[in-house]
């Protein structure tokens, strides 16, 4: 039986994971597809290193990425460099060969999955990733293939480990943010330079993958409205605690009441500790789907790391290469319902607002006329003594626009009576 | 553009509402698979009966679901009927006459998949059955094809929302057992014959389906070691808790160490309150999914009801009708792994016993001797003073073959000093 070719483009974490379970794993593979797999090639950038830790033959190791994906004999092309380039070239090319392609590519997806869509569609490829959401966890098939009966109201998720493991120590231990990064990174949980994770650059790519999926509207990373976890205080935590919340970085796709519009964000927030995302801690993931006839979904597991990062990369190696063998190929781009991507000021959230005032007869009349005045209604407030003369009030808003509930805050720091704005944060998942 | 024509088999809870978002999202439908679908008839048992509240012709209704299955036009059947017969009969000619069949028979599935597997594979037809397991939650499409590159260990289900409802009752209101049921009852969670979802057939059939999609070996629900939870007393859910443990009806399929044979299994048991299971309350499914590459995953939400169950019934139907319009077909059974199938008395696991016993010197001697005869090792003992003469004796054991916890268990029971076994419940989970 002839085997199908796989190249397989970098060799670092989790691509040396790919090179190694297609090796030891040959016979199982060769099973489940019908067909052997052979790793007819593996780029690399630097010759030379040593790779011997892995079961493959070193004669496989080439630094002409371009030449291995169109010498002409390669069925399937897994994508594991990252990055837009020389990712993106690697990949038309390799489409245009008439391969399949498996990608891990989140970045190059946000920015550009729709010319990577429109090359499968040219030739007649497959283009698979869902390593690219939330690691080892199937949430893109289960997007694009489970749930595409119904209908997907709002998506939720925790998809970045290392912000989610800053988090979490935050609330745990008590540490401030400069603190629990370096924890992270003591423990390979965050990178030397960790501005993707903590600006929330890779949750917003994750999120406009994840709402094009979901909505069938193409989302790119710029359609996102973003906001990292770097000013998070403990004061946050703290009043998190205090309402029986949790604060996690969230990449939110959410459909308008009207289904006329979708927001798309990833930005930390308060959410309930009833909420089934309140309890994934540390660096694990979880994507949590609400659809009209299905309800709530979780999907739990590993965002990231090698072993399940390669596990998904080889569950879509195997669906792709079952289409070579039995015909067929596997859902190509759907954008058709081209829903309007609304701005995050029309967004409709909620605010919990803890103020810094002073205590005397009349303020929180001043505050609440500030509330009134922007059209937001308060839903909750509590007020706590805290020094002398001090007291702290704690508002939780109903729905509003993002937009009004901004300019609230903004017009309220700008009372006499408000001393401070100790903390600002949207509330989700209710 | 033509339609495809769906025979709909079964008009009751699941079957209702599968008509009506057929109807309803139509032209979402159409979009998401590049043809429309047209619902071409609904098999009903019983004539006459008012189902004006569905937005569907009565003229589609008929009580010949033979005859609309064969009629030589149907691209799509779907079969919402439940049981064995006519389901049987009815897939087997829907197959013959090439259409594709979406289920949502769990017996059927766990009795005889086999045989529908291979009249699909002989005439070229899709066979999905998304809904028979965990209703809503996608779990069979990632074992089948997001896990398909990667290795199962362990399959941990919550399948069963009546018993879990019960069970959440138990523990969380202190009710009994027949409390707890009428409750459910009350809330239409459970049957007035509650037979199969207490005496965990429900279970076993799921447990059978989902260890032969994460073993690719043939397994029936006769092949399933099943114990309900009709047994499940207040003093075992007292016991759990002082564990830190909580009772579930588990579904449980499960590897040996040695990768050489599989154990099947149902039955309620005790999982520590931090395995992600523990937190899936009332009515909820979940199936957590241990895998050699990815590590743990959960898949969460509803088990049940027709919207929940509907949506996973459009799913495959997308999926289905899909492989019509551009060909292909999805997996088909895969059993190449044969692994064999052990008996419950060679499955390796785990005890807690809680003894009524003598409250004097020696006890915990012989107890001991008990179970070191038995080659049981004991891993925790713990002694809680009872009434003036009586002694509670808990134990816990490490993993041991089931047969021999099973004999140790009666072995201790026959002791003089032993007055009664107050719970005996496996551990799993840990």
Redesign the interface.
């Known amino acids: 039986m002839d085997s199908l070719k796989v190249a397989l483009l970098g060799c670092g974490v989790v691509g040396g994971?790919v090179a190694r379970?297609l090796t030891v794993?040959a016979d199982?593979?060769a099973?489940?597809i019908g067909r052997p797999l052979e790793l007819a090639g593996i780029a690399v950038r630097r010759a030379g290193r040593d790779r011997s830790d892995l079961p493959v033959d070193s004669a496989l190791f080439t630094t002409d990425a371009m030449g291995l994906v169109t010498r002409g004999d390669i069925d399937i092309v897994v994508e594991v460099i990252g990055g837009i380039e020389p990712a993106r070239s690697l990949i038309l090319a390799a489409l245009e060969a008439e391969a399949s392609v498996v990608s891990a590519n989140k970045a190059l997806l946000a920015e550009d999955g729709a010319a990577l869509f429109a090359a499968a569609e040219k030739y007649g490829g497959d283009l698979y990733y869902?390593a690219a959401v939330a690691g080892?966890?199937?949430i893109l098939?289960?997007l694009r293939?489970?749930?595409?009966?119904?209908?997907v109201r709002r998506v939720l998720g925790i998809v970045n480990g290392t912000t989610n493991y800053i988090l979490t120590r935050m609330t745990e231990s008590g540490a401030g943010f400069a603190e629990a990064l370096e924890e992270a990174q003591a423990l390979g949980y965050a990178e030397a330079d960790p501005t993707a994770d903590v600006e929330g650059f890779d949750a917003a790519a994750k999120a406009a993958i994840l709402a094009g999926l979901a909505f069938?509207t193409r989302v790119t990373a710029a359609d996102v409205h973003r906001e990292g976890i770097t000013d998070v205080t403990s004061a946050d935590i703290a009043s998190a605690r205090e309402m029986g919340c949790v604060v996690k970085l969230l990449a939110i796709a959410e459909l308008s009441d009207d289904g006329e519009s979708v927001g798309v964000r990833a930005h930390p927030a308060m959410i309930p500790l009833t909420h089934?995302l309140a309890?994934v801690r540390e660096a694990f993931n979880a994507v949590y789907v609400e659809?009209?006839?299905?309800?709530?979904?979780?999907?739990?597991?590993?965002g990231a790391g090698g072993?399940?990062t390669?596990?998904?990369?080889?569950?879509?190696?195997?669906?792709v290469a079952?289409?070579r063998v039995?015909?067929?190929?596997g859902?190509g781009e759907?954008a058709?319902?081209n829903v309007r991507l609304r701005p995050m000021g029309e967004t409709r959230t909620r605010y919990h607002v803890s103020l810094d005032v002073a205590d005397r007869a009349g303020v929180l009349a001043q505050v609440a006329t500030a509330f009134s005045e922007h059209g937001v209604s308060i839903e909750t407030v509590r007020q706590a003594k805290h020094g002398s003369d001090d007291a702290e009030l704690v508002i939780v808003t109903h729905h509003a626009d993002d937009a009004a509930l901004s300019d609230t805050v903004e017009a309220v720091r700008q009372l006499d009576v408000v001393r401070g704005v100790l903390s600002v944060m949207r509330v989700e998942g209710q």
Not at 291 to 302: K, V
Not at 310 to 319: K, N, W, Y
């Open positions: 994971e379970q794993h199982d593979l099973a489940r869902e080892a966890i199937p098939r289960p293939e489970s749930l595409v009966g119904d209908r069938h089934p309890g659809c009209e006839a299905a309800g709530g979904l979780m999907f739990y597991g590993q072993a399940p390669a596990s998904a990369v080889l569950g879509d190696v195997v669906a079952r289409h039995n015909g067929g190929r859902p759907s058709y319902a």
